[in-house]
């Protein structure tokens, strides 16, 4: 059996609901939840995340490459 490198690539991107005093402070909350549990967790909710309201609009997804590694 050989093993292989396999480039792969997703782009992800919807919206979420929050409770925020401002736009700024809406947009801190977006970027700390996502650098904490990323689109996956978002926008497909389990526990505590369903307050959200995750929206999946869009995705793309690819093989970028494939290389034996010897």
């Known amino acids: 059996m050989n093993k292989y490198r396999v480039g792969l690539y997703e782009e992800i991107g919807g919206w979420i609901v929050v409770e925020a005093e401002s736009k700024e402070q809406a947009k801190d909350i977006g970027e700390e939840l996502l650098n904490e549990h ?3 967790k978002l926008f497909y909710p389990q ?14 997804r690819s093989v970028e490459g494939c290389e ?3």
């Open 38 to 40: 990323g689109c996956d």
């Open 47 to 60: 526990g505590d995340l369903t307050k959200y309201y995750g929206n999946h609009k869009h995705g793309d």
């Open 68 to 70: 034996e590694i010897k």
